[in-house]
């Protein structure tokens, strides 16, 4: 079985047994704060093409004119409901509309904003001769995301210095590495995450823990609060 077909049946499968968790979700959405049900975010394809990638809205309506493109667990722009739905990753769901249009696979790399594809070198660029996908060993090693980057002022330098390495890494040993086997023990694998956050899969066991993320995140706060403070010291 090719890997596109295994995508649209599973795809067309999952969105059919859980239109009842759809349709709730999207119900509380609406209840939850004024707004569209569905996020709509452009994000680089396969070959860096452009697509709308959807998801279930988790923050207020314009979040990406408020603030930066990199959620942290505390961002005040998250709803109510967008917290309960990311922390189970139920905001990912519609997500299984854009594999049967055939814009994302179900096990790939995340994909990523434009503007960041932009910045791959030429290692990196390998990446987009994928489809992007809903799930892969980045998307698992680094599935709280929000934590990780709790507390740092600027949550996009954090994740461009801290989080943007491993993944990269990661995305690249999966391109490297990849099969329908390897596709399935990823599923298993985020699927066990959501529910045991320790879980940890032997292919990602040597990447930092969350708490080694956190205290990297950490280190370049107190680093860079110390290089504002010299800045800002007026001369004797």
Not at 117 to 126: M, T
């Amino acid at each position: 079985m090719s890997k596109r077909v295994f995508d649209f049946v599973a795809a067309s499968t999952g969105l059919l047994l859980l239109s009842p968790v759809m349709l709730f979700v999207a119900l509380w959405i609406k209840r939850d704060s004024p707004g569209p049900v569905f996020y709509r975010g452009r994000r680089a394809g396969r070959g860096g093409i452009p697509f709308q990638m959807l998801k279930f809205r988790s923050m207020v309506t314009n979040a990406d004119k408020i603030g930066g493109p990199t959620t942290a667990g505390n961002d005040s722009r998250v709803t109510p409901s967008g917290r309960f739905v990311r922390k189970y990753k139920l905001d990912e769901i519609p997500q299984l509309i854009n594999v049967v249009r055939g814009e994302m696979s179900l096990v790939g790399p995340r994909p990523e904003v434009v503007d960041k594809v932009e910045k791959y070198n030429w290692n990196e660029r390998r990446i987009l001769t994928l489809r992007p996908g809903i799930t892969d060993w980045a998307s698992i090693w680094n599935s709280d995301e929000g934590g990780v980057l709790a507390g740092a002022p600027d949550p996009d330098d954090a994740y461009e210095k801290v989080i943007r390495p491993g993944k990269l890494q990661l995305q690249l040993y999966y391109l490297e590495n990849r099969s329908l086997a390897s596709d399935l023990k990823i599923i298993a694998a985020t699927l066990i995450r959501i529910v045991h956050k320790r879980y940890t899969p032997a292919e990602i066991k040597s990447y930092p823990t969350f708490r080694q993320l956190r205290a990297s995140v950490a280190r370049l706060v107190a680093t860079e609060q110390i290089h504002r403070d010299k800045t800002n010291r007026p001369a004797a």
